[in-house]
């Protein structure tokens, strides 16, 4: 299974960005994928995670009301809409998917997601 992101960049406060997870030798079925960031100097942490078969959808508080996790099934792709964006939500932000298991109340916990991609950096100007 490869997780490859796609879709960051450099925008202004305010702006928008969406991230793509596009997932290989594997198709989405009933699986958590999760959307984690890591700051310099800070650890990474989770930010929105969907259960790819029922599409229950998680967020942190960070993100609530401004960030939008959903899936496509038939593309095997799950993005990350972030508006509203702050100077704090700079990171590289990585992708990661827990194969045949519901996201549930542990869905920020990284020790449960086998499959990491490589990241995408996210840079927001003031």
């Known amino acids: 299974v490869q997780l490859v992101e796609s879709g960051g960049g450099s925008v202004q406060a305010g702006g928008s960005l969406r991230l793509s997870c596009a997932a290989s030798?594997?198709?989405?079925?009933?699986?958590?994928v999760g959307w984690f960031r890591q700051a310099p100097g800070k650890e990474r942490e989770g930010g929105a995670a969907?259960?790819?078969?029922?599409?229950?959808?998680y967020y942190a508080d960070s993100g609530k009301g401004r960030f939008t996790i959903s899936r496509d099934n038939a593309k095997n792709t799950v993005y990350l809409q972030m508006n509203s964006l702050k100077p704090e939500d700079t990171a590289m932000y990585y992708c990661?998917?827990?194969?045949?298991?519901?996201?549930?109340?542990?869905?920020?916990?990284?020790?449960?997601?086998?499959?990491w991609g490589q990241g995408t950096q996210v840079v927001v100007s003031s």
């Open positions: 030798g594997y198709t989405y079925r009933n699986d958590c």
């Open positions: 990661a998917a827990n194969l045949d298991d519901w996201c549930g109340g542990s869905w920020y916990w990284k020790p449960r997601f086998d499959y």
């Open positions: 969907i259960s790819t078969g029922g599409g229950t959808t």
